[in-house]
């Protein structure tokens, strides 16, 4: 089955240390985003990708950087920069102007 | 810069209840508006507003776009204990050049319905 795979479903950070979301998709969608979301919040956009090797910055990029090597895998990594990540991550892609298809998400927790 | 504002914030209903859902919002290069209910994690998508006034209907729920007033309202009739969400209206608008643009959310409307 097609779909979007996000990994790990838990995440734990400690203090001044990046780690790296794993967003993977086999739905040949050429677009692809990251959301953030908080709690009783709706979704944030922080980075997206409408081509490989290419990407651009949406509302909230301060603190996380992505690469989009491969068409099928959007990681995103989150920085030390970033003071407040605590948060649920999202990933979405889309083929055309419509139809988002999110994946389960992982949840990030600063320890 | 985007702006999309939902409201109420949260409700609190009984089953069979009805509820009217809202959402107003300020975006460039506008296409579409999209509902979505997420329950635990991954949103999931209700509906697809193009068209200034034409309803969109899916069992209970229902959904209109007001281009003019630029809004749109999600109503749910007969509310059941599966309804209890968090509901997303996220307006689609270009973006980067492309065809593909990208969705603004609001901060969402969290339903919850008792027995």
């Known amino acids: 089955d097609g779909g979007i795979t996000q990994s790990p479903k838990y995440l734990f950070r400690k203090e001044g240390q990046n780690v790296t979301l794993s967003c993977e998709q086999n739905l040949n969608h050429d677009a692809m985003y990251w959301y953030r979301q908080d709690p009783g919040q709706g979704l944030r956009l922080i980075y997206y990708s409408q081509i490989v090797n290419d990407f651009q910055k949406g509302d909230i990029a301060e603190g996380y950087s992505v690469s989009r090597e491969k068409k099928e895998s959007f990681p995103l990594t989150v920085t030390s920069a970033q003071k407040n990540p605590t948060a649920f991550y999202l990933c979405?892609?889309?083929?055309?102007?419509?139809?988002?298809?999110f994946g389960s998400g992982t949840r990030l927790t600063v320890v | 810069e985007d702006k999309v504002v939902q409201s109420p914030l949260s409700l609190v209903v009984h089953e069979g209840d009805t509820v009217t859902l809202n959402c107003s919002y300020e975006v460039t290069n506008f296409r579409s508006l999209l509902w979505y209910k997420q329950e635990k994690k991954a949103p999931t998508f209700l509906f697809m507003l193009?068209?200034?006034?034409i309803e969109k209907k899916s069992g209970r729920l229902s959904s209109i776009l007001d281009k003019k007033e630029l809004s749109s309202i999600l109503n749910i009739t007969a509310t059941q204990t599966g309804d209890s969400a968090i509901y997303l209206c996220?307006?689609?608008?270009?973006?980067?050049?492309?065809?593909?643009?990208?969705?603004?959310f609001g901060q969402g409307t969290i339903l919850t319905v008792h027995p």
């Open positions: 193009t068209s200034s006034g």
């Open positions: 996220a307006p689609h608008r270009n973006a980067g050049g492309t065809s593909y643009g990208k969705l603004t």
């Open positions: 979405a892609s889309t083929r055309d102007s419509y139809g988002y298809t």
